[in-house]
């Protein structure tokens, strides 16, 4: 039996079992699923065997990270990636990947045990990814697994518009509410100033080192809802509330988006969510709503992983509609994970933008909530 590590909500261990479960390309070995999911539970978590793992990591070690600036060549490693994702991916996670398209389907994914790079150099103190990061171990398994639920893209105010983005402190930018900090970060969905259809569906955390211990914690957002008052979820549904550009956006002043709602309806029974770290209210009724809501959020229940503490890297990856997120303090010591964020809409994105393919790097500002006719309207 596998005695992956299983945290609950407070960083308790779980009693729950590792159940093996057959079939995967390659080997015939068993991968383990944790059967560990309460009704509430968000996240399905997986540990790979070992000898998935090395088999994936010396398909890895042939592949090398391109330059970001090189659009053509991120395509190309990207196709790369994705084919030794589909070869060494075990057929239960690759399904489970793939059916957080579909109503539902899985919210989030916490996977132990992947490749990691033989020898990292020490976490970067700019954002961004070091000259002495001598192989693409971990760019190659993040940005080849999270393609089997969307494409890799970002937005050009942040880090760069780089696709794999560094997350570890910055010294100069420690105090700041946004990746770059060490001080707590409240739950959030990344980047709600953006309009739904041009916001990260999904979200991917590479955990490569994580010396303080600092925990990743995640929230279902429907039964988070669920368990509102009514009154409450209706005030919410309205458009009545404004939401400030994340600190990570490179933005010369605070850039607040036109008044809109924090549930929205999906069409599928469930409901998505825009939550930034700093919002107020378009009236004094939506302002009591989002000081409710904003009580309700540090009392709910939420489940935590610690990604980058154990001897494999770790991944990370939920939705960023139906899941919302937050982090513990980074308290001394090194911590850096890679980032991805993903879409099925990059075609429709860049029709918004005017760009074409090989683009994967937008402006934020074309595409946040109150855009109009090539203006921006109702910021503040
Ligand atoms: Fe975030």
């Not at 976490?123 to 693409?136: A, F, N, Q």
């Not at 000081?291 to 992983?305: G, K």
């Not at 990856?317 to 899941?323: E, G, K, L, M, Q």
Request: net charge neutral; proline share 8%.
């Amino acid at each position: 039996m596998n005695s992956s590590k299983n945290l609950l909500p407070c960083g308790r261990k779980s009693s729950i079992l590792d159940v093996p479960i057959p079939g995967f390309p390659g080997t015939g070995v068993p991968i383990h699923e944790t059967r560990g999911r309460s009704r509430t539970s968000a996240i399905r978590r997986f540990t790979l065997p070992d000898v998935v793992r090395k088999a994936w990591e010396t398909d890895a070690l042939e592949l090398a990270y391109p330059d970001p600036s090189d659009r053509n060549g991120f395509e190309r490693f990207e196709r790369e990636a994705v084919a030794v994702a589909a070869k060494n991916c075990p057929a239960e996670i690759t399904a489970a990947m793939q059916s957080m398209k579909t109503p539902g389907g899985e919210v989030a994914l916490y996977i132990q045990n992947l490749p990691r790079d033989p020898k990292l150099p020490q976490p970067p103190h700019d954002g961004v990814r070091p000259i002495s990061k001598e192989t693409s171990v971990s760019e190659t398994v993040l940005v080849g697994i999270t393609n089997f639920d969307g494409e890799v893209f970002a937005y050009k105010e942040e880090k760069d518009g780089r696709p794999v983005q560094e997350i570890a402190p910055v010294p100069r930018s420690e105090r700041k509410a946004s990746n770059e900090g060490r001080a707590v970060l409240g739950f959030h969905i990344d980047d709600s100033i953006v309009m739904p259809c041009a916001r990260p569906k999904g979200l991917g955390l590479y955990g490569l080192r994580n010396d303080p211990l600092t925990p990743t914690h995640v929230l279902d957002v429907n039964a988070f809802h669920a368990s509102l008052p009514a009154w409450l979820q209706e005030q919410l549904a309205r458009a009545e509330h404004c939401l400030c550009a994340p600190e990570s956006f490179a933005f010369p002043t605070e850039t607040w988006s036109a008044p809109t709602s924090i549930f929205s309806p999906t069409g599928d029974g469930r409901v998505e969510m825009a939550l930034s770290i700093k919002m107020r209210g378009d009236n004094e009724r939506a302002q009591h709503a989002l000081d409710v809501v904003t009580s309700a959020l540090e009392r709910a229940p939420f489940e935590s992983v610690i990604l980058g503490a154990g001897s494999g890297a770790d991944l990370l990856y939920f939705s960023n509609r139906f899941v919302a997120h937050s982090r513990g303090m980074i308290s001394t010591g090194a911590r850096w994970l890679q980032r991805v964020f993903t879409t099925p809409n990059l075609d429709k994105i860049r029709k918004m933008t005017g760009t074409m393919a090989p683009t994967r790097s937008f402006e934020a500002r074309q595409l946040m909530m109150g855009h109009s006719g090539g203006a921006c309207t109702r910021y503040s």
